[in-house]
């Protein structure tokens, strides 16, 4: 059985950092694309970060660059997200994904195979 787990959300000030962490069970990386969307009160779920093994890439959405790392332990079956310089405007339910056989460029809603349960990050004085 396939699994995606969220740990990590929370409260945090503006300007503060929060790592989510995401544990795969039931596949490996090899064959997918895994990383995270988010979605806000009232916004449609969007893709933050990816992270396809096919062709060693990683990418972010345009707002993220430069304040949010996609890593991974391939021993672990883990990846994580590692959020710094945080804003209001990041708070939102984040959501670990995995679509099979795709590539970054495909990095959306409907290519994916496999959610998580999402984790709550709500950034606020």
């Known amino acids: 059985e396939v699994q995606l787990a969220e740990s990590g959300g929370g409260l945090v000030q503006p300007g503060g950092s929060l790592r989510l962490s995401c544990a795969a069970s039931?596949?490996?990386?090899?064959?997918?694309?895994i990383g995270w969307f988010r979605q806000a009160p009232g916004k449609e779920r969007e893709g933050v970060s990816c992270?396809?093994?096919?062709?060693?890439?990683?990418t972010y959405t345009d707002s993220v660059k430069g304040r949010f790392t996609l890593s991974r332990d391939h021993a672990k079956n883990t990846v994580y997200l590692e959020m710094n310089s945080l804003k209001p405007e990041d708070t939102a339910v984040y959501y670990c994904a995995a679509a099979l056989f795709r590539w970054c460029s495909e990095w959306n809603y409907n290519n994916i195979d496999y959610w998580g349960n999402g984790a709550l990050v709500t950034v606020s004085l």
């Open positions: 039931g596949f490996t990386f090899n064959d997918y694309a």
């Open positions: 992270y396809s093994h096919s062709d060693a890439t990683t």
